[in-house]
């Protein structure tokens, strides 16, 4: 088994998880708005991603700008990963690749701190890719924990570039946000994405 193969129900067995929709997770965000040099991409590159219409190309065009933004903003003081194998635990079935994960620390040769990992919806179907993004979120716990890292939750989202949704790991509960959040209200997003960060600096609690 891998990330990909799991259900609501088996990470709610399995990891014994506490699953809550429609939770509000950040009622007051302080919007951040976009660079010129982040608009100016996303105004070349949205219409041709959203032609091309592939995963890849969404991904590329779109979802990697944004998150280099951030790093940008945060001094490169944080790690971003693209892609990357992330095999936690065979035997729990926490194998696999991970489309994105940031993490505190900036060392970017090894995931050193996890502390959000977001997944590229298949299908362009957000809730298809709400398992998938518990899974790796549930590792990047277990991992925090093995390298006794204070970081008290962990975040997620699933996202089709275009759309985003955004989850929330404390313990063991798993909070999946009511409302989704849409590429034109980009400061919202780069907003609740520099929320995360700050918020889960070790130490620290939302």
Known sequence: MSYSEFSL??????FNLTIRERVELFPDIAPVAPSSL?????????????????????????????????????NRQIALFSGIEFN???DKGLTGRCDFIISH??????????????????????????????????AA?????????????????VTTASIWKFLKLEGDIVSIEGGEHYLQSLDSILGILTQIIQTTRPGNSL
């Open 141 to 157: 716990q277990i991992f925090n924990d093995r390298k006794k890292n204070e970081i008290a939750c962990i975040y997620g989202a």
């Open 88 to 90: 936690l635990d065979r």
């Open 38 to 74: 982040l608009q100016e991409i996303l105004e070349e590159n949205i219409p041709l991603a959203l032609e091309i219409n592939t995963e890849k190309a969404r991904s590329e065009m779109i979802v990697v700008p944004v998150l280099i933004e951030i790093r940008k903003n945060f």
């Open 105 to 138: 620390y900036p060392r970017q040769f090894e995931v050193a701190a996890p502390v959000a990992v977001l997944v590229e919806a298949k299908n362009d179907n957000i809730k298809s890719g709400i398992p998938q993004c518990i899974a790796e979120m549930v």
């Open 9 to 14: 129900g088996e990470l709610e067995t399995k």
